[in-house]
DNA sequence: CATGGGATTGACT
DNA sequence: GTCAATCCCATGC
């Protein structure tokens, strides 16, 4: 099965974030099973606005972002989740996009695993992968896997798969930022019950 | 070397 | 709706 090459990635990177909804994101960690499932939701950070850690310059952290596109770029948010990002735009130019939801596909057995129970009752499958701390504790990616190459894993990306070739994407404004706050640089599967909360304005909200 | 701030989540009022 | 957990790293002295 063929993974999508670092070519993919040297674009723009809101066409990158665009394109990148209906693929499959896989991970196969060196002691466990693998895990997979579509992206339906994603957001583009460029070095050109202040959101994105890239703007501050080449530092120690954001090295991976403004290396070779098609590498993941994984940081430890809020001290607790690891956040997985696929690196865009030529060597040289900041850019990322950042994988925020996923639909699961193989491996949910695994993930529930992984994401075990929350407080009392137990998570939801539209619930395991609805959100980007969520998704990379359910595939089990880790801060160690920063900088890995996308086309030869083990995090790798897969291209859409048939049913998922022109999926109806709705934009909307990134979540949990500070700065920047009025691009509209989040783009989400119309009426999927894996997107993440908020969901878009222009979303139809689907039921729980 | 000390400090402060998150591209979040889950629990709780 | 509010809030704490928790750690990497950027910044400033």
């Known amino acids: 099965m063929q993974?999508?090459?670092?070519?993919?990635?040297?674009?723009?990177?809101?066409?990158?974030?665009?394109?990148?909804?209906?693929?499959v994101v896989e991970y196969v960690p060196g002691d466990g099973s693998p895990t997979s499932g579509v992206i339906v939701e994603t957001e583009a950070y460029h070095e050109c606005e202040p959101a994105c850690h890239a703007f501050a310059g080449l530092t120690p952290r954001t090295r991976t972002l403004f290396g070779p596109p098609g590498r993941a770029y994984v940081y430890r948010s809020y001290g607790i989740h690891a956040l997985f990002n696929?690196?865009?735009?030529?060597?040289?130019v900041g850019a990322a996009v950042l994988i925020r939801a996923l639909e699961p596909l193989d491996?949910?057995?695994?993930?529930?695993?992984?994401?075990?129970?929350?407080?009392?009752?137990?998570?939801?499958?539209?619930?395991?992968?609805?959100?980007?701390?969520k998704l990379t504790q359910a595939l089990g990616i880790e801060l160690s896997d920063n900088g890995g190459d996308l086309h030869e894993g083990p995090v790798r990306i897969r291209p859409r798969a048939p049913t998922w070739c022109e999926p109806n994407v709705v934009g909307g404004t990134r979540i949990g930022i500070t700065k920047a706050v009025e691009l509209r640089w989040r783009f989400c599967v119309a009426g999927n019950r894996h997107v993440s909360?908020?969901?878009?304005?222009?979303?139809a909200s689907p039921p729980d």
């Open 197 to 203: 909360r908020p969901r878009p304005l222009a979303m």
């Open 3 to 23: 993974t999508l090459p670092p070519d993919f990635y040297a674009r723009p990177v809101l066409e990158v974030a665009r394109e990148l909804i209906g693929c």
């Open 107 to 133: 491996g949910i057995e695994q993930m529930y695993a992984r994401r075990g129970m929350s407080g009392n009752g137990a998570v939801r499958e539209q619930d395991l992968c609805s959100g980007p701390g």
């Open 86 to 92: 696929a690196v865009c735009e030529p060597e040289g």
